[in-house]
């Protein structure tokens, strides 16, 4: 039986694309998680995994949906083939049933690793980067100096906090944060 395993990172990505090319390969149940690859437990998978039996197939649209690593990905496999169930991936044409596909998926799991281990890389190195040029990196904060000297007013003028926090538009928390109540 070809059994079907197709995933995204975040809700915001779609699985259509996956889905399409798992049913167009023959694959008669497809099992789907919307989590991260780095993840251990993940749902759809460990559904897929139960699911198959000896000398069945599992079908991938492309090998870094079954992992992150290239351990996680041989010990995937190795636990596959002690139950005679083989490993398909459609875009990287790898399939564990000959040798040459065994060793075809060391190769590749090898090379994805590689190539998550560089984006990482370059990432650290852009944001090393941005530091040093003086910008700083994370969301922009909500209680700028102008929105502070208004909340210190509003709060000395009689106004409760929590009409402070709606006039300015900041929560709660951000406007006790900025403004204790042992400031005022």
């Not at 780095?38 to 039996?53: D, I, T, V, W, Y």
């Amino acid at each position: 039986m070809q059994i079907g395993y197709a995933r995204v990172s975040t809700n915001e990505q779609d699985l259509t694309l996956q889905i399409a090319a798992l049913k167009k390969h023959g694959c008669e149940r497809i099992f789907t998680d919307k989590i991260s690859g780095s993840k251990l437990q993940r749902p759809g998978l460990n559904e897929a995994l139960n699911f198959a039996r000896k000398g069945d197939c599992i079908v991938i649209w492309k090998l870094d949906r079954l992992g992150r690593t290239m351990k996680g990905l041989i010990d995937l496999v190795e636990e596959l083939n002690k139950k005679e169930i083989d490993i398909c991936s459609l875009t990287d044409h790898i399939d564990t049933k000959g040798v040459t596909g065994k060793f075809f998926f060391h190769i590749m799991a090898a090379f994805a690793e590689m190539e998550r281990e560089l984006t990482r890389e370059r990432t650290i190195a852009g944001l090393e980067a941005a530091r040093k040029a003086g910008k700083k990196g994370g969301r922009p904060k909500s209680m700028t100096t102008k929105k502070l000297k208004a909340a210190k007013k509003l709060l000395s003028s009689g106004m409760t906090a929590k009409d402070v926090s709606q006039t300015l538009e900041v929560s709660l928390s951000t406007l006790y944060r900025y403004c204790p109540a042992s400031d005022l």
